[in-house]
């Protein structure tokens, strides 16, 4: 009984444990406003996710991470 209780407790804290986020990468001329809209997330999920504080000044070739689930 007690191994059926650590078994159930092992996958239960497995389960809530985020997995990684999928990121991409700018390009040239793309705004934050355009990948949020091509990934349907808003501008602050973006914004928070990657500590943007000033999405003016979005940079070619950096990297973004996006939410896992969208």
């Known amino acids: 009984m007690l191994l059926v209780f650590f078994t159930v ?3 239960t804290s497995l389960n809530s444990l985020p997995s990684l986020a999928e ?3 700018v390009q040239p001329g793309e705004t934050l406003s355009e990948i949020a809209n091509r ?16 999405p003016n000044q979005l940079k070619a070739g950096e990297k973004l991470n996006l939410p896992e689930d969208p």
């Open 9 to 11: 407790l092992a996958f």
């Open 23 to 25: 990121s991409i990468t």
């Open 39 to 54: 990934y349907k997330v808003s501008i602050n999920t973006l914004k928070n996710l990657n500590g943007i504080t000033n």
